[in-house]
């Protein structure tokens, strides 16, 4: 027999039962449903994860943060700290390791106030300055937002977010300062607005443009009381700048970093350096400093991919270092979410699993029925290998209809789902809920299909189809041909 | 009797006794006698002098708790090649029982069946339904067409088990039914039909693979006298036009007269074998 009138007798037997029909594919349409629904909100949470993973920055820097004096082969030697010291030879070993893209040492000078603008009026007291092996930018993946690429010596890199930190010391407090977009509420209603609320709409630009503004850095000092004042600070009373007090240094910004909190605060509010030009400049504004103060507090080292980071971060450890990386949070996560999904497919399943003894019922009906067919066409020469086929070529076309338009139900559920989440219909919210949007943090889906997710939902109902006529199917097939004739009588 | 004793011929269900295997004469191989004899003459020719159905002291127990119902017993019969036979007996003497033993349907409890020189009575499922499809028409007294299907889907069904590509095989049933009659009724489907008209369906759907031996188990059983005698008629004509061998079951005396040979049962034993003329 072909498989063309399998397919065709199969039809005119799933249209001669149209109302069973419809009932048994609907049970698989439900089940199909519940799995693709439930599966795609756990990847749902996967995407939610990925993108507050984002936010947390390069997942594949470690910082080393210094000596570990309670374990590792440096203590097996006798001669653990003197091994373990982040320095420019550490530094090196770091980058030989295996899997290794690039490592640099990494320095933080705190003591500086950040001013800029006419007259000095822009003012960041808590001015924060990184350096590192510049050489290593592009091996350490530091991301521009804007402005070009350290090409020279000297050049000077500032945070995404830097030019917010800046107030206005010539306007009232109230009034000083400018908030970074991010901070900001999503909407305010007019009551919360009344109560100094600000969301989007409200977002204005910082007080001055970076990348074309000088920044004059100059030394804080600590007074009696322990705050930090600055021999270039301007007193916002009387307007007057202190720019000929003399230790200032102007420094012109020439890119502007992106946000990333996995290789320090310099990439989102600071500036960032070569070694070399933070020794010069810290030897123009505080010269009494001691060298020493430019030691490295700690060591960044990026790993070539993700996988590998547990296994460079051990290596580091056993030189004797203590290290931090976002592995041992991304493991819990991981952990997490993935008893989350299972315990939502294992709901789903079991839906599947009710549509599945459906479909055995169904079949099992139908053989039932069609005994006196089935002897007669054995009688009349019809292999026991086509009986089997007929009835399962039905099973699976049963599993194959319910699982297309189980999918396509539980993509309308989907969309269904995620707009509901963003808050109701818009062109915006259609194109996040349909395509997503792995960069903006609130378009995050509750319920996301990957495409894989269909194919194996048909499949996995086809199977279970099969699965679950095979039983019926082999009743048919030890039907007696003789039953036929018998039932001359 | 060597042949009862035999293997099973391997490739026994093939050309030995195909509808067109006497233009190969040489289709010997498929016949797994031993005996040199016989074996030549298995090309199934019409000349061949070799009977269509051999039937050897056959014998057909049925249990049923503690008692045997001996249903069949010390049955021997050739029947030749192109001949209508009937199998004449009041009811319950055993007549559908024999017909069953000689299509294949049960296994007989004793003795063996051989048709067109294969052993049925040796043949495994798989190889039963082959040798159906390929050798075998069947004419039901209930008719036992599928409901589902219309004439047309119901004539061309055991081509269909066959692989014949649909359009071909529709035509060939078409032309069937035209020939019986029902050329207004091909998509007529058997609810809508007379009981005159769907045997008529059944009997094209015999026919329509040109099978060597029809076996037909009161085939007017449920029709009025006057269709009887067409569907009689029809059966006759068709085996005659293709030399077809026929098996008529029937406890009517009528209906025994289109036969060229009577063969009476009763109780499960042959008392009766007379050859007659048209
Ligand atoms: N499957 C069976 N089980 C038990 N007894 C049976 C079976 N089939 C037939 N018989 C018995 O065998 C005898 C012959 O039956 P059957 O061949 O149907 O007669 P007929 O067709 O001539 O009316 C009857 O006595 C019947 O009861
Ligand atoms: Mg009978």
Same mark, same amino acid.
């Given at each position: 027999?072909? /498989?063309? !009138?399998?397919?065709?007798?199969? %039809? ?25 629904? $439930? ?21 594949? #820097? ?108 010539? %306007? ?6 400018? $908030? ?29 443009? #970076? ?117 041992? $949070? ?28 459906? #479909? ?8 039932? &029925? ?89 499949? /996995? ?29 | ?122 043949? !495994? ?14 004419? /039901? ?25 649909? &359009? ?111």
């Amino acid at each position: 027999m072909r /498989f063309s !009138d399998l397919v065709h007798l199969c %039809r005119q037997n799933l249209f001669r039962r149209k109302s069973r029909t419809i009932l048994t594919v609907l049970g698989v349409v439900v089940g199909c449903c519940s799995i693709v629904t $439930m599966v795609s909100l756990g990847s749902g949470i996967d995407e939610q994860n990925k993108q507050m993973l984002a936010s947390m920055g390069d997942l594949t #820097i470690i910082t080393v943060t210094g000596a570990n004096n309670t374990g590792g082969m440096g203590m097996a030697d006798g001669s653990g700290t003197a091994t373990a010291r982040i320095d420019d030879k550490a530094v090196k070993d770091f980058r030989s390791l295996q899997y290794v893209a690039g490592a640099t040492g990494h320095v933080t000078y705190l003591d500086a106030i950040l001013t800029a603008g006419p007259a000095n009026r822009y003012v960041d007291q808590n001015g924060v300055i990184e350096a590192i092996d510049m050489t290593q930018f592009d091996a350490m993946d530091y991301q521009l937002d804007s402005g070009r690429k350290p090409n020279r010596q000297g050049d000077v890199l500032a945070g995404q977010y830097t030019a917010y930190d800046f107030i206005d010391s010539l %306007r009232p407090e109230s009034d000083n300062f400018r $908030m970074r977009p991010s901070y900001l509420a999503d909407s305010c209603t007019p009551e919360q607005r009344a109560e100094g609320c600000e969301d989007k709409s409200d977002a204005q630009d910082p007080f001055f443009n #970076i990348l074309t503004t000088k920044i004059t850095v100059g030394a804080a000092q600590t007074d009696d009381s322990g705050n930090v004042a600055s021999s270039s600070t301007p007193t916002a009373s009387n307007g007057q700048t202190a720019e000929g007090s003399g230790s200032g240094t102007q420094i012109q910004v020439s890119g502007l970093l992106k946000e990333d909190n996995g290789k320090g605060q310099a990439t989102s509010s600071g500036l960032l350096m070569d070694i070399a030009t933070l020794k010069d400049l810290v030897a123009k504004i505080h010269p009494d400093a001691a060298a020493g103060t430019l030691a490295y507090d700690s060591a960044l080292v990026r790993v070539q991919d993700i996988d590998h980071v547990a296994d460079v971060e051990s290596q580091i450890r056993t030189m004797g270092f203590t290290t931090s990386s976002s592995r041992d $949070m991304l493991d819990s996560l991981k952990e997490q979410t993935r008893s989350i999904q299972l315990i939502l497919g294992g709901i789903g399943a079991v839906a599947l699993l009710v549509a599945a003894i459906g #479909i055995a019922n169904t079949m099992v009906m139908s053989v039932t &029925e069609r005994v006196r067919e089935i002897g007669i066409m054995k009688a009349l020469g019809c292999t026991v290998h086509d009986i089997r086929a007929m009835f399962l070529v039905e099973a699976g076309a049963i599993g194959v209809i319910g699982g297309v338009i189980g999918c396509l139900v539980s993509a309308l559920i989907s969309l269904a789902i995620n707009l509901i989440r963003y808050g109701g219909v818009s062109a915006e919210h259609l194109q996040w809920a349909i395509l997503g949007n792995g960069t903006v943090d609130e378009a995050a889906r509750i319920s996301v299909i990957p495409w894989w997710l269909y194919v194996f939902a048909i499949a /996995f109902a086809t199977l279970i189809s099969l699965i679950s006529g095979f039983g019926p199917a082999n009743k048919a097939v030890r039907v007696p041909a003789l039953d036929a004739i018998k039932s001359n009588q | 009797m060597a042949w009862l004793a035999s293997p099973p011929p391997t490739a026994n269900t093939d050309a030995s006794i195909a509808p067109d295997a006497s233009a190969v004469p040489d289709a010997s191989g498929a016949l797994a006698t031993p005996a040199p004899r016989t074996a030549r003459h298995s090309g199934m020719h019409p000349a061949s002098g070799r009977p269509m159905i051999e039937v050897r002291n056959l014998r057909k127990e049925y249990v049923m708790g503690a008692e045997h119902v001996i249903a069949l017993d010390r049955i021997s019969l050739d029947i030749a090649r192109g001949q209508i036979c009937c199998i004449y007996g009041e009811s319950g003497s055993g007549k559908s029982t024999l017909l069953n033993q000689l299509a294949g349907m049960e296994r007989p409890t004793r003795g063996g069946v051989r048709i067109g020189g294969i052993v049925v009575s040796r043949l !495994d499922e798989r190889e039963l339904a082959e040798f159906r499809q390929k050798h075998i028409g069947f004419v /039901f007294q209930s008719y036992n067409l599928l409901p589902g299907l219309n004439a047309v889907e119901n004539v061309a069904m055991p081509l269909m088990f066959r692989g014949v590509p649909r &359009e071909e095989r529709e035509a060939r049933a078409r032309a069937m039914l035209r020939r019986v009659g029902l050329g207004k009724r091909l998509n007529h489907y058997p609810s809508q039909m007379s009981g005159g008209q769907q045997q008529r369906v059944g009997i094209a759907r015999a026919f329509v693979t040109r099978p060597q031996v029809v076996f037909a188990d009161e085939p007017t059983g449920n029709l009025d006298s006057k269709t009887k005698v067409d569907i009689m008629d029809m059966i006759r004509d068709f085996a005659r036009e293709n030399g077809q061998t026929i098996v008529l079951v029937t406890h009517d005396e009528h209906m025994a007269a289109y036969a060229d040979r009577i063969v009476t049962l009763l109780d499960g034993r042959i008392v009766h074998d007379t050859e007659q003329d048209e």
